[in-house]
């Protein structure tokens, strides 16, 4: 996903509009040195696992500024301020989940995502990743030695085996490229949209490929832009998209990830079809104020499902009145 061809293509894509002229629209890219927006995020995921239902959510305010611009591209750097998270549910540990997810938001709360753009504002990864990985590691070692220990079969195994045994699979957890996916995928997000050039005509189908969520593989999609609305009067423009597996050239990949993950091949699919139960999907609308091409609104939603397991995170961000235009 990132610096993916889907920016190219929304950069050249024509759309089909209700309410505009037949010139191009051609929004200017929003980014200038000391920019600051500030966004009211709020981050719902809803899992399910084997019947039992875990809900978790996050509200902040995200605070983004450009500290550096230049030929190269810009320093997008993005802080969370008065951060909150509540976990519930029927499922297992959730006391435990909480208090991991609570001393998460606590410490990342004092630290900065330096997000990479190139010139065209196209997200390319976080130049902070070892300390953010550092500090992902910190919070979790602790939590999974405590989920290691409640198996019966590793209840009396020493701190040090358990932590021998953990961090190398953290250390995986938190490579350069797992972090800027994992961490930068709302950043990654929120950048797909900036400066856009938009003809009135039809959406755009691309191909591209993304991370799986369930494994280190690397899953071919396909995905389209269209112009959802456009208001003159609110001088705004609208933007969908949707992305998902692509079903043909995804189908051998997906087969040999669903067999190492379960143990099992699934069942012989039609040609052009995924197994069974296999969910992973994306869709969002943005709306850009027309004259700035900054983006106002985001609502952005992500399906994941595999076997007993699935999961919804729907992620809003809304600008705030007393932020730059």
Same mark, same amino acid.
């Given at each position: ?50 019947? @039992? $239902?875990?809900? #978790?959510?996050?509200?902040?305010? +995200?605070? *983004?500024?450009?500290?550096? /611009?230049?030929?190269?591209? !810009? ?95 953290? @250390? $995986?957890?938190? #490579?350069?490229?797992?972090?800027? +996916?994992? *961490?930068?995928?709302?950043? /990654?997000?929120?950048?797909? !949209? ?132």
């Amino acid at each position: 996903m990132v610096k993916s061809r889907f920016k190219f293509a929304l950069v050249w894509l024509l759309f089909v509009a209700p309410t505009v002229v037949d010139a191009a629209i051609a929004l200017p890219l929003p980014w200038q040195q000391g920019q600051t927006v500030r966004y009211q995020s709020s981050s719902v995921q809803e899992k399910v696992r084997a019947g @039992q $239902r875990e809900r #978790t959510e996050t509200r902040e305010i +995200s605070v *983004l500024e450009i500290v550096e /611009a230049n030929e190269k591209g !810009f320093l997008q750097v993005w802080r969370s301020e008065s951060p909150s998270v509540t976990v519930g549910g029927d499922g297992d540990d959730i006391a435990g989940k909480r208090d991991v997810a609570q001393q998460l938001t606590k410490r990342f709360a004092s630290l900065s995502l330096q997000a990479e753009l190139d010139a065209q504002g196209s997200y390319t990864g976080i130049r902070n990743w070892q300390e953010l990985g550092a500090a992902l590691r910190e919070v979790m070692l602790p939590f999974m030695v405590r989920q290691a220990r409640a198996r019966p079969e590793l209840a009396k195994a020493d701190e040090a085996t358990l932590r021998g045994s953990i961090t190398p699979v953290l @250390q $995986r957890m938190t #490579t350069q490229a797992a972090v800027n +996916s994992t *961490l930068g995928k709302q950043v /990654a997000i929120y950048n797909f !949209f900036t400066a856009p050039k938009l003809t009135p005509g039809k959406p755009v189908s691309y191909r591209d490929t993304m991370p799986s969520p369930w494994s280190a593989d690397i899953l071919p999609t396909t995905g389209s832009f269209e112009l959802s609305g456009v208001d003159e009067k609110a001088g705004t423009v609208s933007i969908r998209w949707r992305q998902s597996i692509d079903p043909v050239k995804g189908a051998a990949v997906v087969r040999k990830m669903v067999e190492a993950i379960t143990g099992a091949a699934p069942p012989r699919q039609a040609a052009g079809s995924l197994p069974k139960g296999l969910v992973l999907s994306d869709q969002a609308t943005v709306v850009l104020d027309r004259k700035s091409g900054l983006p106002l609104s985001l609502l952005h939603r992500r399906e994941v499902a595999l076997g007993d397991s699935s999961s919804v995170t729907t992620w809003t961000l809304t600008k705030l009145e007393n932020s730059s235009p």
